[in-house]
């Protein structure tokens, strides 16, 4: 029985067969890619979700984020306090004219304050009464329960609060919140039904066993969509002349993340283009979700040749039902 049989009949992979797969030179990529495509063509078929970011305040940021040109230790150009509420309703008007499926309204910071939750949760009303088939996703940092329910009232369908990394490698990253803080979050909007969306970045110096910790991590707090982000390194972070992938690493990361999240949204994230690079459209036979556009301070490709990968693929976008809010782990 081949891995993804197994797997479709309910059986998992234990860490250490995952380990070893992940790590193992005589199992060939390819066969890793394969093997995730059956589960991925099992709960997806040719179906690929598009998702589209606004940067709604950027910079400004008292957190020490090793990967982030938005961090303190930064200066960059993008810096700017939120933006009014017709900018950020006026960009779910562009993705829904682009059949987004999920609009991201993401902030810079530590975590939001309760004005800046009341500025979002105005916005939203707007959106989902305009456009009601429109997915929201919120990406403010740490938020505590009352914010999480006003997020939740006001049609907030998913918030996004990634891991980015192994618990064990964590503090390597950052110093100024903890692993912990991270899960807190992504625990508080899921005991407000908000579907959890929690994701990586590859790419930071981690080990391979922090790469299948992560995936088992994913896993364990039941986030509905994972997204994989692939290091693009910026010049003055932490990370910035980090050069540890190549599209074949991504590939066989995204095949683990599958293999052990089958039925989950995974989406190729931040750093797509600049890693995968001529093997993207073979990630998209693993992932099933892709961004759309710019990520929060770099450049994606024309919108176009996303468009055109879709198609070449024999693919076709999918609007997708209303995301499954889980409100256990
Ligand atoms: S990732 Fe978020 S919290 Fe961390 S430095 Fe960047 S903006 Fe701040």
Redesign the pocket.
């Known amino acids: 029985m081949t891995i993804a049989e197994r797997i479709l009949n309910g059986d998992t992979l234990t860490p250490q067969e995952a380990y070893t797969l992940f790590v193992d030179e005589t199992v060939d990529t390819m066969t890793l890619v394969h093997e995730a495509y059956q589960l991925r063509k099992h709960y997806y078929g040719h179906k690929v979700k598009l998702n589209m970011i606004l940067n709604a305040k950027s910079g400004i ?1 008292p ?3 090793g990967y ?1 040109g ?3 230790e930064m200066k960059n150009k993008q810096r700017y306090a939120l933006i009014p509420e017709n900018q950020i309703t006026e960009g779910a008007k562009v993705a829904a004219e682009n059949e987004i499926g999920t609009y991201c309204i993401v902030m ?3 975590g939001p304050s309760d004005k800046e939750v009341e500025h979002i949760t105005n916005s939203v009303k707007h959106i989902k009464a305009e456009h009601p088939q429109l997915k929201i996703c919120a990406c403010l ?1 740490l938020a505590n329960d009352a914010q999480a329910a006003k997020l939740k009232e006001a049609g907030v369908d998913r918030y996004n609060h990634n891991l980015n990394t192994s618990e064990h490698y964590h503090d390597e990253v ?1 110093t100024t919140h903890t692993y912990q803080d991270r899960v807190d979050t992504i625990e508080t909007m899921k005991a407000h039904n908000i579907s959890p969306c929690s994701g990586v970045i590859c790419g930071m110096g981690e080990s391979n066993q922090d790469i299948v910790d992560m995936a088992f991590a994913l896993k364990k707090i039941d986030a509905d969509s994972i997204p994989v982000n692939f290091l693009h390194p910026i010049k003055g972070t932490k990370f910035g002349d980090m050069a540890q992938l190549t599209p074949m690493r991504c590939l066989r990361i995204l095949a683990l993340f599958r293999l052990i999240n089958p039925s989950k949204e995974i989406r190729i994230a931040g750093g797509r283009e600049v890693n995968l690079r001529s093997l993207q459209a073979t990630a998209l036979m693993v992932a099933n979700s892709i961004f759309v556009g710019d990520y929060l301070i770099t450049g994606g490709q024309p919108n176009q040749l996303d468009y055109d990968m879709i198609q070449d693929l024999g693919y076709e976008i999918d609007y997708g039902e209303a995301p499954t809010a889980v409100t256990n782990g």
């Open positions: 940021c957190e020490d984020c982030c938005q961090s303190r810079s910071g530590r940092g950052v």
